[in-house]
């Protein structure tokens, strides 16, 4: 089936510096996600992104957190300063047309702040 | 406060028997409620799904039993597999305009030979 990838799949990064975390959505998709996942909690929605432009965001996109889609390359999120709190499994996702179309999930990128 | 519960936590089954999980919720506004599968590793991926205006979905050996008075439904897994041994998770959206899906803790499901 289609494929998200998301690189790398684990990061290790010190406190206060930025990440960017990268995915590779199914090459038709029109809406993208970032879902974030620590570990035994649920996977709890971050934000989604569509024609450009974010449509939704929940709580826990902080300020510190951005998205984007350079010229329909790679679907980023990136974190600029980063918090040791943001340790967690970070989830792309992407899907054809809204939510009740099937979103197609990457592995993960395990981010872990020291 | 979750919006989305499942249970049990985890669950245990023998090959051939028929794995029940559950989930609830309690937003009415829901009306589109996907389980997705994860096998450790790995992202989750679309397993079936329903709709609220109807009360049962079935796919091959899975199948969605949906109460909207209640707001329950359940996910009944026949003739469980070895390789149905994974982590799943009950999730659910609303009309309008949010996209977003709000997921369950989900059930980690043991199949045992």
């Known amino acids: 089936g289609p494929k998200v990838l998301q690189i790398p799949s684990h990061q290790i990064i010190d406190m206060g510096q930025m990440v960017t975390l990268n995915c590779d959505p199914v090459?038709?998709?029109?809406?993208f996600y970032w879902y974030k996942q620590i570990l035994g909690q649920q996977m709890e929605f971050l934000v989604n992104?569509?024609?450009?432009?974010?449509?939704?965001k929940s709580k826990l996109f902080k300020d510190q957190f951005s998205v984007e889609r350079p010229d329909g390359s790679y679907f980023t999120l990136k974190i600029q300063p980063t918090a040791l709190e943001d340790s967690a499994v970070y989830f792309c996702a992407s899907s054809l047309a809204g939510v009740q179309n099937t979103l197609y999930f990457g592995a993960g990128t395990r981010l872990s702040v020291l | 406060q979750q919006q989305v519960r499942q249970s049990p936590q985890s669950l245990t089954v023998w090959e051939g028997e028929t794995a029940i999980l559950n989930c609830s919720y309690e937003?009415?506004?829901?009306?589109?409620f996907p389980w997705y599968q994860q096998f450790p590793g790995e992202g989750p991926a679309l397993l079936i799904s329903?709709?609220?205006?109807?009360n049962k979905k079935e796919d091959g050996r899975f199948t969605i039993f949906f109460n909207k008075r209640e707001k329950k439904l359940s996910l009944h897994i026949a003739d469980s597999q070895p390789g149905d041994s994974a982590t799943y998770f009950c999730?659910?959206?609303?009309?309008?305009?949010?996209?977003?899906?709000?997921f369950g803790l989900g059930t980690t499901l043991q199949v045992q030979p």
């Open positions: 090459s038709n998709h029109l809406y």
């Open positions: 999730a659910a959206s609303g009309t309008g305009n949010t996209r977003k899906l709000i």
């Open positions: 937003n009415s506004a829901f009306d589109y």
């Open positions: 329903i709709l609220s205006v109807s």
């Open positions: 992104f569509y024609n450009g432009k974010v449509m939704e």
